[in-house]
C-alpha cells in the first residue's frame, strides 16, 4: 500500500502523471486501505468467537464492505472532478492485490491455529 503511494507521487513529483490522475490514485488506494483495515479488524474480532458471531461479522462485513465501496465509489465518479479510467485501474489493481493479501493471513491465522492445537 505504502509502496503505491510512494509510486504514485513519484510519477506525479516527476510529472509523468497530471494532478487529476493523481488525486484519482489517491483515492482509490485510500478507500483500499480503508476496506482492507475494516476487513482485518472484523476478522480479528470473530476469530475467537462462536460460529455464528464469527460469520455474522466475516460474511455480514464483507456485504456491508462491498455496500461501502459501490456507494462510495459512486459518489467519488459522479461529484469529484478526477480520472474515471484512472481511479477504476488503480482501485482494482488495489483491491485485488490486498484481497490476496486478506486470503493468505486467514489462511496463515487458520494454519497456525491447527498447529497450536495439535501441540
Known amino acids: 500500500m505504502f509502496i503505491g503511494f510512494v509510486a504514485l507521487y513519484s510519477l506525479y513529483q516527476f ?9 484519482s490514485g489517491a483515492f482509490a488506494i485510500i478507500l483500499n486501505f480503508i476496506n482492507t483495515a475494516v476487513a482485518k479488524y472484523s ?6 468467537k462462536s460460529n455464528k ?7 455480514g462485513g464483507m456485504f456491508l464492505r462491498l455496500i461501502f465501496l459501490l456507494v462510495t465509489i459512486l459518489i467519488l465518479l459522479m461529484f469529484l472532478n478526477i480520472d474515471k479510467y484512472a481511479f477504476i485501474l488503480i482501485f482494482f ?4 492485490v490486498l484481497l490476496i493479501f486478506e486470503i493468505i493471513q486467514y489462511k496463515t491465522k487458520v494454519a497456525k491455529a491447527v498447529i497450536d492445537d495439535e501441540r
Open 15 to 23: 510529472e509523468i502523471i497530471g494532478k487529476t490522475t493523481f488525486s
Open 43 to 48: 476478522y480479528d474480532y470473530s476469530y475467537t
Open 53 to 59: 458471531i464469527f460469520m455474522m461479522f466475516t460474511l
Open 93 to 96: 489493481m488495489f483491491y485485488f
